[in-house]
């Protein structure tokens, strides 16, 4: 259940102020500092996030030994940090901000080095993984042959999420999928028509992709396709930033995957927020499609709600979160410790005591509850144009504020049988107005050992009737 994130870490130091007026020696803005913030970088802002957001993770890494290192170590705190020894100076990127905006970057140590070695200890923590994130930043780490032999290995049974680097080395075969940005796939494919010019145009290697991957209309899905073909991976993420993603996988066409719009004044972070929330989506089971699309809406909420800039230092108190519970992850998580879990459904427009009374007596009947809960489109179809009253987002934040309540799984079709199949609850719970034998689901339960069990009806309340009273006071 661990997420590993393996890869190559910095120190970023951002200098934050105003600049109100020009050097009178250059046209150049003078910031004045009124900030000073350190932070992880790289890798480690990766397995810093993860951290935050409650999740167990290892960063699989090495750092120097100087003052930079050391404030690495301190920056890291709550990761599990299994390091060795790099041999150079810990490299270190400065940047200055005025207001949200960047001004300049000054960077130290980020030139080249030679791979450096991997431990035993290192390649123990990345066999132990649940999921793997490969965070190159081009320092040679992914490079290691060691590493990179165990990674291929593991490729077929863990997935790897890889987020590569222009100065990096190619992805291992078989990752689940590889997650470059848009000009990063295009200077790879474009080194790639260069080695090849001997043989063949790199104009002419461009039109051979395979004809599901590539679309003339779209650089990303062309330069997705060429290197799903070069990397041998599974699925190629090409990330286009506001305009959201586009998802290469053989034998299919590209995947349009649509962003959220946002205002964000610097979009540093997004990427590693991608490919932290990808590893959290496929650890919990789910297809590689929602998967990239939950991950780019984590990005854009990421950027909304301040980005880097807004992230805690590691000595700060993490920001509060809402107590939202991933269900497939919750589910798996209270299986492998021998635990119950019960699922119930429905709309749930309206909260009343009868859901309430209903819900609480669901989770005494196990070790956690999951709703499953229509969607708005759900409603629509089932209750009439009119309803939802409530939203599916509020309906679920009321539902999990109930202390009764662990999850809840939103889903768009007329009947949860679908999210059933992936939740696979011990117990699925209705209430009492229903008999067991007579529900629908109930054969799809009973086919993975499942149970359905009703639970005190309450029929002096319900949504119709509350809605119709409030009609008459409106």
């Not at 990766?46 to 960063?59: H, I």
């Not at 590693?272 to 959290?280: E, G, H, K, N, Q």
């Not at 005494?364 to 939203?391: A, H, Q, T």
């Not at 059933?420 to 609850?425: D, G, I, Q, Y």
Request: negative net charge.
């Amino acid at each position: 259940m661990r997420i590993v994130v393996v890869g190559d870490v910095m120190l970023d130091v951002d200098l934050s102020g105003e600049a109100t007026r020009l050097s009178p020696d250059a046209p150049v803005p003078v910031v004045d500092v009124s900030g000073v913030k350190r932070r992880a970088g790289g890798a480690g802002l990766v397995a810093r996030m993860l951290a935050q957001d409650n999740w167990p993770v290892t960063l699989v890494t090495v750092l120097g030994d100087d003052d930079a290192g050391r404030q690495l170590q301190g920056q890291l705190a709550g990761v599990r940090l299994v390091s060795g020894p790099s041999g150079y100076a810990s490299p270190v990127k400065t940047r200055v901000r005025a207001g949200s905006h960047p001004v300049v970057r000054f960077d130290q140590g980020c030139g080249k080095t030679p791979v450096p070695e991997v431990t035993p200890a290192m390649l123990r923590a990345v066999e132990k993984a649940g999921v793997i994130i490969v965070a190159d930043y081009g320092r040679g780490l992914a490079a290691n042959h060691q590493l990179r032999e165990l990674l291929a290995r593991m490729a077929d049974e863990v997935p790897i999420v890889w987020d590569p680097h222009p100065a990096g080395p190619d992805p291992v075969p078989g990752v689940a999928v590889v997650t470059p940005n848009l000009a990063e796939a295009q200077k790879a494919v474009q080194s790639r028509g260069r080695k090849e010019a001997r043989q063949e145009p790199a104009a002419v290697r461009l039109s051979a992709a395979p004809g599901p991957a590539a679309d003339a209309q779209d650089p990303a899905a062309e330069a997705g396709g060429i290197l799903l073909e070069e990397w041998g991976s599974q699925a190629v993420l090409v990330t286009k930033g506001e305009k959201g993603a586009v998802l290469c996988r053989p034998g299919r066409s590209p995947e349009p995957v649509p962003a959220p719009r946002v205002e964000a004044g610097d979009p540093c972070g997004a990427g590693d927020r991608l490919a932290a929330s990808l590893a959290v989506h496929l650890l919990a089971g789910r297809a590689l499609s929602e998967a990239a699309a939950l991950a780019v809406h984590d990005a854009a909420d990421f950027l909304a709600n301040g980005g880097v800039s807004a992230l805690p230092d590691a000595g700060e108190p993490a920001p509060v979160q809402p107590r939202i519970s991933d269900p497939l992850l919750l589910a798996r998580a209270v299986r492998e410790n021998g635990g119950k879990v019960v699922a119930t459904g429905g709309c749930f427009d309206l909260l009343h005591a009868g859901h309430v009374r209903s819900l609480a007596a669901a989770r005494e009947l196990g070790d956690c509850l999951i709703v499953c809960l229509n969607s708005d489109d759900s409603v629509r179809r089932l209750k009439g144009p009119e309803r939802p009253i409530i939203g599916q987002h509020d309906r679920a934040e009321l539902l999990l504020a109930m202390e009764c309540v662990d999850a809840v799984m939103v889903f768009d079709e007329d009947t949860p049988e679908a999210a059933l199949e992936r939740l696979r609850p011990d117990i699925w719970v209705k209430g009492g107005d229903y008999k067991g034998a007579s529900l629908p689901e109930a054969p799809l339960v009973e086919s993975w050992g499942g149970r359905c069990l009703t639970v005190p009806y309450h029929p002096a309340r319900s949504t119709t009737g509350l809605a119709d009273a409030l009609a008459k006071v409106s």
